[in-house]
């Protein structure tokens, strides 16, 4: 324990620690005198948030000396490091002989001008082969040696300390998979295992065992026990793979987990993966037949499981379509559906992937627009990802003649039904509305919505024919001569960026799925 005095000019022969300088001067030096019955020691505690392991530190000071106290000797003050200390005086503190204080002028006892050159020195030394772990705490002191006769009013400027850190430790984490296990054979589920910065020299190694939930080995998936993973030098992930077993015994889903253990040149963090077997073992409706060959869907309101191929995603659902090898053979039955997810899709609906779709089906007509075609569309549906990667079936190719025949069911607006929620293609497409956008008068702007109308290349440019619309129903007592408008089924409706991250479009040749409407005045 000490107590502190105040400032001082070196003319105190009592021994305590003091804050040295000119009288009235706010440049200071701290500081100490030893006396008989009094031993000072001061410093400081140091915690490393450098974010990696400091490797050496560089100490650089200036010793100043404010009094002699007995002439012709010298005396001094210690510096002392300590890395496991919990305070000034306790744990294991190692003096650093460089950075030692030693009294510069031992002739005149009494007060001296610790900022004359002759009354100081600047000490600097880096202190190596440290190893502070990120978090860690340590301490430095400065003690004052028992000089022979009265001390010396001893004291620190300018102090500083630089932490030298090594390459930053990563920390390691691995991810989780949700998968189907299919019907037969094995499936991979691949454990992404990664750091938050490069792996340093030497690399990175663990070892990965599984361990089972309610998924049980081996009957439902291939142990791994201490399997050696490594990622090398700059590099930041690697993969751990453990195979499930399929079956076509339908079941609930099934857990088991992943444990990454005895993790080298990188802090643990996240090391439990957790993987999930989704049950793919149930009866599946082809979109075909959900869609059926007429205007509306022979199983509306009815709970179904299909799969297919993820063709397009939106902000609130996504498109399924049967792969062309299962494809039935009726030309008025729809390959595509759209899956009405209300929010984002889930991370299953990838455009490529293979997945299994549960969910209810329903006939969409939007509220603005009631006499619009019934959009057969799946609503809250759970996704199980049973593939990735693959092809997408071919586009159907649409033609101006396509566009303009006789609806092929009884209701006259179901021009091109059978295409509903397919990937189509248009050849050549003649703009007939220019694109549509938004104003912004206070700062004289103009957005595009990348929005715009046409027809297929060789269908008459549409006009507002005579007539009463074909979805508006006739006057009580109309004669059956009235001309009806047939609200231009060959206009097509392009919505360039309605795919997500999709940019502006202005070229004629067209591929996307089709959703019909006739409030915009196409599809």
Not at 14 to 26: E, H, K, L, R, V
Not at 150 to 163: C, I, Q, R, W, Y
Not at 181 to 205: D, H, K, Q, R
């Amino acid at each position: 324990m000490f107590t502190f005095t105040g400032v001082d000019t070196g003319s105190s022969t009592t021994g305590d620690i003091y804050s040295y300088g000119a009288a009235a001067s706010t440049e200071r030096a701290f500081g100490a005198l030893r006396s008989g019955t009094l031993i000072p020691f001061f410093g400081a505690k140091f915690t490393n948030n450098t974010g990696a392991t400091i490797t050496s530190l560089s100490v650089a000071y200036t010793g100043e000396e404010w009094r002699l106290g007995t002439a012709a000797r010298t005396d001094q003050i210690n510096f002392e490091l300590s890395t496991n200390a919990t305070d000034l005086t306790t744990g294991t503190y190692t003096g650093v002989a460089t950075l030692n204080f030693v009294t510069p002028d031992t002739a005149t006892v009494g007060a001296k001008n610790g900022n004359a050159a002759a009354d100081r020195t600047a000490l600097s030394t880096t202190i190596p082969s440290l190893s502070i772990p990120n978090g860690a705490t340590f301490f430095i002191r400065f003690t004052d040696t028992d000089a022979t006769g009265a001390d010396d009013g001893l004291s620190v400027d300018d102090f500083s300390l630089t932490p030298n850190a090594g390459a930053a430790v990563p920390t390691l984490n691995i991810g989780d998979v949700t998968q189907a296990e299919t019907n037969a054979g094995t499936t991979n589920f691949t454990f992404t295992v990664n750091l938050t910065s490069a792996a340093p020299a030497g690399g990175v190694s663990f070892n990965a065992s599984t361990a089972d939930g309610t998924a049980n080995a081996p009957g439902d998936y291939t142990a791994l026990v201490n399997q050696p993973g490594s990622i090398s030098a700059g590099n930041t992930s690697t993969t751990v793979t453990v195979q499930v077993n399929g079956d076509a015994t339908p079941e609930t889903n099934e857990t088991f987990f992943v444990n990454i253990t005895n993790v080298t040149n990188a802090t643990a963090g996240d090391v439990q993966g957790l993987g999930t077997i989704n049950n793919d073992d149930a009866s599946l409706t082809p979109i075909h037949t959900i869609q059926g060959n007429g205007s509306t869907s022979p199983l509306a309101a009815t709970s179904v499981t299909t799969s297919g191929i993820v063709t397009g995603t939106k902000s609130n659902g996504f498109f399924l379509q049967e792969p062309d090898a299962t494809i039935d053979a009726d030309p008025n039955t729809s390959e595509g559906i759209f899956v009405f997810t209300s929010s984002a899709p889930p991370a299953a609906a990838t455009i490529g992937n293979s997945v299994q779709v549960s969910g209810t089906v329903q006939e969409f007509i939007p509220s603005q627009d009631p006499t619009s075609p019934p959009q057969t569309e799946i609503i809250t549906p759970s996704v199980v990802q049973l593939s990735t990667g693959n092809p997408l079936p071919a586009p159907i190719n649409i033609t101006a003649a396509e566009t303009t025949q006789a609806s092929e069911t009884a209701n006259p607006l179901d021009s091109l039904e059978e295409y509903e929620g397919m990937r189509v293609t248009v050849a050549s497409l003649t703009v007939t509305g220019s694109t549509q956008g938004n104003i912004t008068e206070v700062n004289a702007t103009v957005a595009s919505t990348g929005i715009f109308l046409g027809v297929a290349t060789g269908a008459d440019r549409p006009f507002r024919e005579p007539g009463i619309a074909i979805s508006d129903p006739l006057p009580v007592g109309a004669p059956g001569t009235i001309p009806r408008f047939d609200e231009n089924p060959e206009r097509i409706r392009v919505d360039s960026d309605a795919q997500p991250g999709a940019a502006i479009i202005g070229r004629t040749r067209l591929t996307g799925t089709l959703r019909r409407g006739f409030a915009a005045g196409a599809r």
